[in-house]
């Protein structure tokens, strides 16, 4: 019981900073924004349009995409078969058009089309897809971080009297902290099977992040191994992304 305590705590302290009028105050993600955001292919960027003298300098503030042409690549080839990936793509050519920052060519060739006509997004293959996905990626992470830390079960039987499990101290402490969770809200997300596209990209955003940590990946386009070593990067990251995607049969998330 003392662990069971200790992890209520430990979630408490992971999100009671976030939660505002009952709800976790994280902005709006889709898997498409989130999963390159631990990579160094793709970076959102903060500048100016407006030299530092102009009087309206601070309202030119923008924001912008960095992105690195194998990836830019890879990431038109997902916007023809998923329409968070189409949204994501025309999002980028949008920022950096309004920002006065380059484009990489095969982004270029991509919105160039959509602004004719000429592709469309593609068709949903399930339900529309919610926004939430930082929100649910942060729930589903800590209740795996309770399961190791504290020794818990993930779940428990339904019938049984003890609420002891990981996902009843994770629905437990965000009621307490001001945001109303039930038990069966948390477990939904870690093992219905209406969840499972959701809970692989998970395991890819982590994936992801981890395989990028600690690379002093090579900056210099110079180089004689940088075009190679960018292009299979994209390529493994871009490989993981296509495994979360459902076959035209299935239905998910």
């Avoid at 003392?2 to 994280?26: M, P, Q, S, W």
């Avoid at 997902?78 to 990936?85: E, K, N, P, R």
């Avoid at 006509?117 to 930082?134: E, N, Q, T």
């Avoid at 009297?161 to 009621?175: N, P, Q, R």
């Amino acid at each position: 019981m003392n662990n069971y305590l200790a992890a209520t705590t430990y979630v408490c302290d992971t999100f009671e900073e976030d939660i505002v009028d009952g709800r976790l105050n994280y902005p709006e993600s889709t898997f498409a924004e989130s999963v390159f955001g631990g990579s160094a292919q793709l970076d959102l960027q903060t500048g100016y349009n407006l030299n530092r003298l102009h009087p309206d300098y601070e309202i030119s503030k923008v924001e912008y995409y960095e992105l690195k042409l194998p990836v830019a690549q890879y990431l038109v080839a997902l916007a023809h078969s998923d329409g968070d990936f189409y949204d994501f793509c025309c999002k980028i050519a949008a920022a950096n058009l309004r920002a006065k920052r380059s484009i990489p060519e095969p982004l270029v060739a991509f919105a160039s089309l959509v602004l004719e006509g000429l592709v469309s997004k593609p068709k949903k293959r399930s339900r529309p897809r919610k926004k939430d996905w930082s929100e649910k990626y942060s729930l589903w992470n800590v209740t795996l971080q309770v399961v190791e830390k504290f020794d818990l079960e993930l779940t428990r039987n339904d019938e049984t009297a003890g609420h002891i499990s990981a996902c009843d101290a994770v629905a437990e402490a965000l009621t307490l902290c001001g945001r109303p969770t039930t038990y069966g809200q948390i477990k939904n997300l870690m093992v219905h099977p209406d969840h499972s596209r959701l809970r692989k990209e998970f395991i890819v955003s982590t994936k992801i992040k981890s395989r990028w940590r600690d690379v002093n990946p090579p900056q210099n386009a110079l180089s004689p191994n940088y075009f190679d070593y960018w292009f299979n990067a994209a390529k493994t990251d871009v490989m993981d992304i296509l495994g979360t995607f459902p076959s035209q049969s299935k239905k998910s998330d």
